[in-house]
């Protein structure tokens, strides 16, 4: 059975930085493409960030054009968790954000779209005050 468990979601301040994690049990986070994505009230889910399972390092982690440069989405395989730092948060970030593993055949061109994941996670709310 594959569990995650979303974590660290708060109310912070525009400017602030945060990080969220999700523990995952019944898939090893190594072997597997895993993602965030957020929810805002009133919008659909989008694509925030990716790992594919096939890459060494988190340098070729995929993100959302806005949230490049200010988010890094990372992987510990010996806790089997992944995480999202963000920094230079803005209140257009304010979102439920799920972590998600992606469907064992995933294609490029589903990483970033909701539908190459299987699994999610309950979400953390995330809050950026203005």
């Known amino acids: 059975q594959v569990q995650l468990v979303e974590s660290g979601g708060r109310l912070v301040q525009v400017g602030d930085s945060l990080r969220v994690s999700c523990a995952v049990s019944g898939r090893t986070v190594s072997s597997t493409t895993m993602g965030w994505f957020r929810q805002a009230p009133g919008k659909e889910r989008e694509f925030v960030a990716a790992?594919?399972?096939?890459?060494?390092?988190?340098?070729?982690?995929d993100y959302a054009d806005s949230v490049k440069g200010r988010f890094t989405m990372s992987r510990d395989n010996a806790k089997n968790t992944v995480s999202l730092q963000m920094n230079s948060l803005k209140p257009e970030d304010t979102a439920v954000y799920y972590c998600?593993?992606?469907?064992?055949?995933?294609?490029?061109?589903?990483?970033?779209?909701?539908?190459?994941?299987?699994?999610w996670g309950q979400g953390t709310q995330v809050t950026v005050s203005s």
């Open positions: 998600a593993t992606g469907r064992s055949l995933i294609t490029t061109s589903q990483v970033m779209g909701p539908r190459g994941y299987d699994y």
């Open positions: 790992i594919r399972w096939n890459v060494p390092t988190t340098y070729y982690a």
